[in-house]
Structure formats: C-alpha cells, structure tokens
C-alpha cells in the first residue's frame, strides 16, 4: 500500500510540475503576445482614453481621471489591468503614457473653450517613469506643445513609489510641484508601506481606494477603516476624493465623514472624450441624483 501510495505522490508530483511548467509557458507567451501586441497599437496609434468626471459635495464636475483603453482587433477590450503591467516590464509605459497625457492634455484644453471654469484633468503615472531622469521635462514638453497651464493637471502616483529610491522620488516630486501640477495618492488604504510618506512628500491629494468604499454602507469595519482614512487626510489638509462610489447611500456617508470629491459609477462611468462634452453640456456641470424610480 505504501509503495502504491508514494508512487501516486511521485507521479501527481511529475504532473503538478509539468502542469505549472505549461502553465507558465503559457502565461509567458500570453505577456510576449500582448507586448507584440501593443507594440504595433502604439505604431498605429489605437491606444484611447476614456474620462470619468469627479464632483464635489455638490455633484459639481470639478474635474475629470484620464483612463487608458485599448480595444483589440482580434482580443476585443483589454482591460488596463492587464496591459498596464506589461507596459510597466517592457519599457512601453512611456511612450504610452506619453500618448495618454498628449490625448488628455488636448481634450483638456478643447474643453476650456465649451467653460468658464477649468477642470483638473488627472492622469496616472507608473512608479517606472520615475527612474527616467527627464519625466518632468517630458510632461513640461507635452504642457506647452498643449497650451495647458500646469495648474490644471494632477498626476496620480501609488505608494509604490517610495519604495525604490525614495530620495529620487521625492526630488522628482518636488521638480513637479516647482511646475505648477497638483500630486494625488492613488488607492489610498491598500498599500503595505509605513504612512510617513504623507508628512514628507508634497501632495495635494489622497485617493480613498475603492476597497475601502465597497460595503461602507452596512460593514461596519468598512466604515470605520474608511472614516480614519478619511479624517487622516483631512487633518493633514489633503484634498480627500473617494474612488468607486457606486450608490447614494455611500456617497451620502463619505460626504457626512468630509470627503472633498467623488468619484465612481453612481455619477459616470469612464466616456469618450465626445461622450463627456455631451455630458458636461446636458447636465449644465452637475449631475443630479437619478429620479427614484418610486415617486
Ligand atoms: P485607478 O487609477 O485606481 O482608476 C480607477 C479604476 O476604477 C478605473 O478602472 C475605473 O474605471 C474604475 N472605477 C471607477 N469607478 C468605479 C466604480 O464605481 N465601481 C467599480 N467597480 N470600478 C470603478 P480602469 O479604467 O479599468 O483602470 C484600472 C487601473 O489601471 C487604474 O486604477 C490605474 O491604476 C490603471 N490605469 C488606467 N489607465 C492608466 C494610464 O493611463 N496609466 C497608468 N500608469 N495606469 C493606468
Ligand atoms: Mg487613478
Ligand atoms: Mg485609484
Ligand atoms: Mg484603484
């Protein structure tokens, strides 16, 4: 019985092995697909970008978050979350995110002239950029070839950052609030790193992540973890948005706790850029509750 019983074990051994070698062959090949893939998206320009407005308190657009997209001929939509990380292995994140903000930066200046009042337009930075040494050159290029004053751009950043080099993330971040942009913390609250880097880096603003949104309105671990978030930010005189806001009974509660901004699909979805101009000109700049489907 024995021999039978460690036989069967050597084998599922061999299997498991050869299972995860195929495994990975094919997770290789799926990542040098996509770089393929992306490659030639970049030379024919398919990369887009869709925008999701964020409001304040008062469900006025204040600005909007630039999202990349890219829809394949043969794959159909990918995801970000798929595309991101191998831009992020290949070295394709820059001249990617160089499409993204000249996209970005355009639509941004087409909409001042439809407004009186500018809209921050926030786009996402990769911790990689900031190992390029001219990444704040670069975005200062694509500024004045868009004629957009810095003051209206934020670059959304991750805690990922610090934890490279950090003396060079922080330089890189001062150098891009000597231009004039405002820096935000992404997906604040899923983050492993110690929180002192809100006392020494320049932000402007912090990012509620929507993990810590989902549920608010009847967990009520959620909701305290959420409203510590919340007042953190505020005492260190941060601009706190909440990402993911999906109904009004979350949305109800992060402005009682003194969120600033609001964003997620209880408001809008990403849009096209023409999608968003009839956005902004049907709402008149602020998007009402939805009627309640019971009068
Ligand atoms: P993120 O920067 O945290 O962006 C927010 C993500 O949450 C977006 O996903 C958005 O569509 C989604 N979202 C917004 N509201 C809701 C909601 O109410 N419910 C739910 N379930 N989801 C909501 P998306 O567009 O798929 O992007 C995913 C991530 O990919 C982004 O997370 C960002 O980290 C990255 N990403 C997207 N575009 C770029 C880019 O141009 N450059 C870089 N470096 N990263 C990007
Ligand atoms: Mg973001
Ligand atoms: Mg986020
Ligand atoms: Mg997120």
Same mark, same amino acid.
């Given at each position: 019985? =024995?021999?039978? +019983?460690?036989?069967?074990?050597?084998?599922?051994?061999?299997?498991?092995?050869?299972?995860?070698?195929?495994?990975?062959?094919?997770?290789? %090949?799926?990542?040098?697909?996509?770089?393929?893939?992306?490659?030639?998206?970049?030379?024919?320009?398919?990369?887009?970008?869709?925008?999701?407005?964020?409001?304040?308190?008062?469900?006025?657009?204040?600005?909007?978050?630039?999202?990349?997209?890219?829809?394949?001929?043969?794959?159909?939509?990918?995801?970000?979350?798929?595309?991101?990380?191998? =831009?992020?292995? *290949?070295?394709?994140?820059?001249?990617?995110?160089?499409?993204?903000?000249?996209?970005?930066?355009?639509?941004?200046?087409?909409?001042?002239?439809?407004?009186?009042?500018?809209?921050?337009?926030?786009?996402?930075?990769?911790?990689?950029?900031?190992?390029?040494?001219?990444?704040?050159?670069?975005? =200062?290029?694509?500024?004045? @070839?868009?004629?957009?004053?810095?003051?209206?751009?934020?670059?959304?950043?991750?805690?990922?950052?610090?934890?490279?080099? $950090?003396?060079? =993330?922080?330089?890189?971040? $001062?150098? &891009?609030?000597?231009?004039?942009?405002?820096?935000?913390?992404?997906? &604040?609250?899923?983050?492993?790193? $110690?929180? $002192?880097?809100?006392?020494?880096?320049?932000?402007? *603003?912090?990012?509620? %992540?929507?993990?810590?949104?989902?549920?608010?309105?009847? @967990?009520?671990?959620?909701?305290? /973890?959420?409203?510590?978030? /919340?007042?953190?930010?505020?005492?260190?005189?941060? *601009?706190?948005?909440?990402?993911?806001?999906?109904?009004?009974?979350?949305? %109800? &509660?992060?402005?009682?706790?003194?969120?600033?901004?609001?964003?997620?699909?209880?408001?809008?979805?990403?849009?096209?850029?023409?999608? &968003?101009?009839?956005?902004?000109?049907?709402?008149?700049?602020? /998007?009402?509750?939805?009627?309640?489907?019971? +009068?």
């Amino acid at each position: 019985h =024995a021999d039978v +019983a460690m036989y069967a074990a050597k084998n599922r051994g061999r299997n498991n092995f050869q299972f995860f070698t195929r495994e990975l062959n094919r997770v290789a %090949d799926e990542r040098l697909h996509l770089e393929a893939a992306m490659r030639a998206a970049l030379e024919s320009q398919s990369f887009t970008v869709h925008y999701q407005p964020k409001v304040d308190h008062r469900r006025r657009i204040v600005g909007v978050e630039a999202l990349a997209r890219w829809t394949h001929p043969e794959l159909g939509a990918v995801a970000p979350d798929r595309f991101i990380p191998v =831009a992020e292995e *290949t070295g394709l994140i820059l001249p990617l995110t160089r499409i993204i903000l000249r996209q970005a930066f355009a639509a941004a200046r087409r909409w001042n002239q439809q407004r009186a009042k500018p809209l921050c337009m926030a786009v996402n930075l990769s911790p990689q950029l900031f190992l390029s040494d001219d990444i704040v050159a670069q975005v =200062a290029g694509l500024l004045r @070839e868009a004629d957009l004053p810095a003051s209206q751009v934020e670059l959304e950043i991750t805690e990922s950052v610090f934890m490279g080099d $950090s003396e060079r =993330a922080v330089a890189v971040l $001062s150098d &891009f609030k000597a231009l004039g942009v405002t820096l935000a913390m992404d997906d &604040f609250g899923t983050g492993y790193s $110690s929180l $002192s880097y809100l006392r020494r880096f320049p932000l402007d *603003t912090i990012k509620i %992540d929507r993990s810590l949104v989902t549920g608010i309105e009847h @967990e009520e671990e959620v909701a305290m /973890i959420a409203r510590a978030a /919340i007042s953190l930010g505020k005492s260190l005189r941060k *601009t706190v948005v909440a990402e993911g806001v999906e109904n009004q009974a979350q949305f %109800d &509660f992060l402005r009682y706790q003194g969120c600033d901004e609001f964003q997620g699909y209880l408001l809008s979805r990403p849009v096209s850029e023409d999608d &968003f101009g009839r956005l902004l000109e049907q709402t008149g700049g602020t /998007i009402l509750p939805a009627a309640s489907p019971v +009068a």
